[in-house]
């Protein structure tokens, strides 16, 4: 396997808070691009409640168009509790993805529990996933500051990733929901988690808020992070608000690859082709910058 | 001296590509804001033709303004020839900046020279400023790369600052005018001109083309560069053009050194007036994100 592995999750982190609801086809058509640029993994959606979410509601469906399909790439699917890792099994999901947050208050708003409550019932879930036979990543989200709260110990992520690898979960993201994250903190909190256990496999999940996402990827590259979260065009902005809270871009991210000759083997034109697809169907310029400047060769 | 050194070119490379002309009084007023920041370095404007940029026509009445005012910031000017330095010597410029293309394709577009006339007249140009006791700093324009060349040879950067160097030039800047470089390139090549001669001091100039501004900044900063030019707001993006090419976000980089508890004596509000005072006049949102959403504290 690769060192670096591309995780595009536009269909879930980047649609989920867009006003209007992307129609299914249009879900299938840009994932189907998006799986013949050979890129490692996609997040298809995620198995929330499907009216509190309405973005997210045919999840089931856009997986089911793809089941059976030749692998690479891994689908991914995020689950929140036991009733969304049952869908997500039954649609035969075998890589799911799921968090705790380290902000008490973004975990009350977000979950209706307390980060104790939270992460008992998400070590039980992986847990679960992984005896059905799932892999299954978790993450610690607002890993480097919340919207609400500011600053996030550090202290307290690492006790969260502890309880993780304790019991027998490797695969962890740090995601800095919020877009808080600097390259030194970044360096700083991944080589602490990678000192917890050197069998963990680092990923990271970057918000472009303070125009900082690339930045944070170059120092998670220098750290051994494996798994990079990021979304075509840079999709994940709240257009309700004044702040710019994207992903970090996934084609921006690839182009930068590419221009240290990592990941060549894959093809950035399809992820262009999607992002400029996203922009024409919402109607507005997004975040991205190569979709729009065309790769250097 | 303080280790970074904040540089804002926004006043010159920023308006120079601009379609409208912004009056004398509103730059006047802007450096005025920058000024009250605390930052160390303000480039006002270029002694060029005046006919021919005419975004550039009032430098000397600008500078005229500014003549006698205490220090800091250093206000600095950029020349192009002989004439230039003649018009920024007799505004009192203390601080002047001048470059050499290392494209040729590039220097013959802009200067009408080649890469050895150009560097020998602004070998010339930077010791005569030196002999009427002004500061220097010398740059390397396409340092890393070219929007019409592609890929320049680091060995042709490392010669024009060799020469620079056997010349007695000490401070050395390598300007990345397309936006080409990545982190790696960055690294690598400011390593190789240090190891050049110790006494250089690195400057460095970034282009957000591709959406790597910062991340090239961080990558700059591992390797002991000690300037750093930006533009408030990030501008200098062409507008004629898809390809958005503005420059590092002066806001967005000191917001990120404040965050790493950098640099903490220059107070950001003032630069995100002047940004937010730029897309006012400018009518239309400009690059930079922090100006958009706020710092955080």
Redesign the interface.
């Known amino acids: 396997m690769a060192d670096l592995i591309l995780h595009d999750v536009g269909l879930r982190d980047g649609l989920q808070i867009e006003r209007s609801v992307v129609p299914t086809a249009t879900k299938v058509a840009w994932a189907a691009q998006l799986i013949t640029s050979g890129i490692d993994m996609i997040q298809l959606g995620s198995f929330v409640h499907r009216e509190k979410v309405p973005q997210m509601a045919d999840t089931d469906e856009v997986f089911a168009v793809f089941r059976g399909a030749p692998v690479p790439p891994v689908l991914t699917g995020l689950v929140l509790n036991e009733k969304g890792l049952e869908r997500a099994l039954a649609c035969g999901v075998s890589y799911v993805c799921m968090g705790v947050s380290a902000s008490e208050t973004h975990s009350t708003k977000n979950t209706g529990m307390t980060i104790a409550e939270a992460q008992q019932r998400i070590v039980a879930t992986a847990l679960a996933a992984k005896a059905a036979g799932a892999s299954v990543q978790v993450s610690v989200q607002s890993a480097f500051?919340c919207g609400f709260e500011?600053e996030v110990p550090e202290a307290r992520v690492l006790d969260i990733v502890r309880r993780f690898v304790d019991a027998g979960l490797h695969v962890v993201s740090l995601a800095d929901t919020a877009g808080?994250a600097?390259?030194?903190r970044v360096e700083r909190l991944f080589t602490a988690v990678r000192a917890i256990d050197p069998a963990v496999e680092c990923a990271c999940h970057f918000h472009?808020?303070?125009?900082?996402?690339?930045?944070n990827?170059?120092?998670a590259m220098r750290v051994g992070v494996k798994y990079y979260e990021a979304a075509f065009a840079g999709i994940g902005g709240c257009p309700f608000t004044?702040?710019?809270a994207g992903n970090v871009?996934t084609d921006?991210l690839l182009?930068?690859w590419h221009?240290?000759g990592l990941r060549t083997d894959i093809a950035i034109a399809p992820i262009l082709a999607v992002s400029q697809g996203a922009a024409d169907v919402l109607g507005r310029p997004l975040p991205?910058?190569?979709y729009?400047?065309?790769p250097?060769?």
């Open positions: 500051g500011g808080h600097t390259p030194d472009d808020t303070y125009g900082l996402g690339l930045a990827c170059a120092a004044k702040v710019s871009c921006d182009h930068m221009r240290m991205g910058h190569v729009k400047t065309g250097l060769s």
